[in-house]
């Protein structure tokens, strides 16, 4: 009956009643399917993160100074402490140098304390020169006033007054003079002992910079560390773009990207579960930073490993998961066990085992977990959902379970 409709009906109408009786067949049959009892557990959401692995800090060593390298104490692979002498420039065209300039320093200041020990002896002629003079003129000022005395009394004569008054002014004149002369004197001594000053100041800076030079001929390690990288070669000058590299890898770190719907439940010192490609073996890493700038929606992120027994390399690759969320006492399934119609609804079979059909019950998703996803709906502890042959089966089909699972 239906072959003859079929073939009497227009193509399109006879294409849906074949898929109507297909639906109806597929309804009458017993469909066997795998399931599992629904049970009450724990879901960590987390968010997958990779790289590779990275020193925490690394150091390009050059001198401040260049030259000539004369000797390499270390190799690629040697571990180094802070301090340790790494290359060391050639010392010939440094001494020479500082021979010259030395020689230069020191004449330099020879002649300034020269200079200095003349003026000294000129200030103090000066000194007793204004010395003399000014009992000079005390002793003139005490005749005038005497034969002021006397010719006011009628002794002296006008003579004497004004040879007297003569004396004590000639006196006066070169008293003047001496005190002129000495502070002229003063401001060559002061004069001399500024430039004594400046050339001693001088000598000592030559000094200390040539023990800077001569200490920056000895490049040493500013940190503890692998020696990863030794671009310098012996008997050739050192450049700017030559060193020495040092990784402390006592903490390795991972950078990674991580989505901004999840920035805010990331916090620092948050623990992270790693594993080595490779190796079967996890890592504890802490989140150490976390950065508020973002670059296409995503945020950087650092984790530290901390790398005591140097069993990790950098370059290692390792992934792992961030958690940034946990519920206790929710249902979860398997992600393929969900079924999902074309409006992105999202179902479960479930499992009426008086009258062993399937009911598809519509759940609403929570958080997930590696291929786990928490459901939410109208259903109960224990209740059976098929996991395997979901896709087979409608709403009301009857099933037979031929692999009952005791749970997640």
Same mark, same amino acid.
């Given at each position: 009956?239906m072959?003859?409709?079929?073939?009497c009906m227009?193509?399109?109408?006879s294409?849906?009643?074949?898929e109507? =009786?297909?639906?109806?067949?597929?309804?009458?049959e017993?469909?066997p399917v795998?399931?599992?009892?629904?049970e009450?557990s724990?879901?960590?959401? #987390? /968010?997958?993160t990779?790289?590779?692995?990275?020193g %925490?800090?690394?150091?390009?060593v050059?001198p401040?100074g260049?030259?000539?390298?004369d000797?390499?104490?270390?190799?690629v692979g040697d571990?180094v402490?802070?301090?340790d002498l790494l290359y060391?420039?050639?010392?010939d065209d440094?001494?020479l140098?500082?021979?010259?300039?030395?020689?230069?320093?020191?004449?330099?200041?020879?002649? #300034?304390?020269?200079?200095?020990?003349?003026?000294?002896l000129s200030?103090? =002629?000066?000194e007793?020169?204004?010395s003399?003079?000014k009992?000079?003129l005390n002793? #003139?000022k005490?005749?005038?006033?005497?034969?002021v005395?006397?010719?006011?009394?009628g002794?002296?004569s006008k003579?004497?007054?004004?040879?007297?008054?003569?004396?004590?002014?000639?006196?006066?004149?070169s008293?003047?003079? #001496?005190?002129?002369?000495?502070?002229?004197?003063r401001?060559?001594?002061?004069?001399a002992?500024?430039?004594?000053?400046e050339a001693?100041?001088?000598y000592?800076?030559?000094?200390?910079?040539?023990?800077d030079?001569?200490?920056?001929?000895?490049?040493?390690?500013?940190i503890?560390?692998?020696v990863t990288?030794v671009?310098?070669?012996t008997d050739?000058?050192?450049g700017g773009?030559?060193g020495?590299?040092?990784v402390?890898?006592?903490?390795?770190?991972?950078k990674?990207? /991580?989505?901004?719907?999840?920035?805010?439940?990331?916090?620092?010192?948050?623990?992270v579960?790693l594993?080595?490609?490779?190796?079967e073996?996890?890592?504890?890493g802490l /989140?150490?930073?976390?950065?508020?700038?973002a670059?296409?929606?995503?945020?950087?992120?650092?984790?530290?490993?901390?790398?005591?027994?140097?069993?990790l390399?950098?370059?290692?690759f390792?992934?792992?998961?961030i %958690?940034t969320?946990t519920k206790?006492?929710?249902t979860?399934?398997?992600?393929?066990?969900?079924? =999902?119609?074309i409006y992105k609804?999202?179902?479960v079979?479930?499992?009426?085992e008086?009258?062993?059909t399937?009911?598809?019950?519509q759940v609403?998703?929570g958080?997930?977990?590696?291929?786990f996803v928490e459901?939410i709906?109208?259903?109960e502890?224990?209740?059976?959902?098929?996991v395997?042959?979901?896709?087979?089966i409608?709403?009301?089909?009857?099933?037979?379970?031929?692999n009952?699972?005791v749970?997640?």
């Amino acid at each position: 009956s239906m072959t003859v409709m079929a073939g009497c009906m227009p193509q399109g109408a006879s294409d849906k009643a074949l898929e109507s =009786q297909a639906e109806v067949e597929k309804t009458m049959e017993t469909i066997p399917v795998e399931t599992i009892a629904l049970e009450e557990s724990s879901i960590d959401e #987390a /968010v997958y993160t990779f790289g590779y692995l990275e020193g %925490k800090d690394a150091y390009f060593v050059t001198p401040y100074g260049s030259g000539i390298v004369d000797k390499i104490l270390v190799d690629v692979g040697d571990y180094v402490s802070e301090g340790d002498l790494l290359y060391q420039l050639l010392a010939d065209d440094l001494a020479l140098s500082e021979e010259r300039d030395m020689l230069s320093r020191d004449s330099s200041v020879t002649s #300034a304390r020269t200079n200095l020990e003349s003026q000294e002896l000129s200030l103090a =002629q000066r000194e007793s020169d204004i010395s003399l003079r000014k009992l000079t003129l005390n002793t #003139a000022k005490d005749t005038y006033e005497k034969t002021v005395s006397l010719f006011d009394a009628g002794v002296s004569s006008k003579l004497e007054l004004d040879n007297a008054k003569s004396q004590y002014d000639q006196a006066l004149i070169s008293y003047d003079q #001496a005190n002129l002369t000495y502070e002229s004197t003063r401001i060559s001594y002061n004069s001399a002992k500024t430039s004594y000053n400046e050339a001693i100041k001088n000598y000592e800076l030559t000094v200390t910079d040539y023990d800077d030079r001569e200490s920056d001929l000895f490049v040493t390690a500013p940190i503890s560390g692998l020696v990863t990288e030794v671009s310098v070669q012996t008997d050739m000058m050192n450049g700017g773009n030559t060193g020495v590299t040092i990784v402390d890898d006592s903490v390795m770190v991972l950078k990674v990207n /991580v989505m901004g719907k999840f920035i805010n439940a990331i916090e620092e010192g948050q623990s992270v579960e790693l594993t080595l490609e490779y190796e079967e073996r996890t890592l504890e890493g802490l /989140v150490t930073d976390i950065s508020l700038t973002a670059s296409s929606g995503y945020y950087p992120v650092e984790i530290s490993i901390t790398n005591s027994d140097k069993s990790l390399i950098a370059g290692m690759f390792t992934d792992g998961y961030i %958690k940034t969320n946990t519920k206790s006492d929710v249902t979860k399934v398997e992600k393929t066990t969900l079924i =999902q119609d074309i409006y992105k609804n999202n179902y479960v079979y479930v499992i009426d085992e008086p009258s062993m059909t399937a009911s598809m019950v519509q759940v609403e998703l929570g958080i997930e977990e590696d291929g786990f996803v928490e459901i939410i709906g109208e259903f109960e502890v224990g209740d059976q959902v098929v996991v395997i042959g979901q896709d087979f089966i409608v709403d009301g089909q009857p099933v037979i379970i031929v692999n009952n699972s005791v749970g997640l």
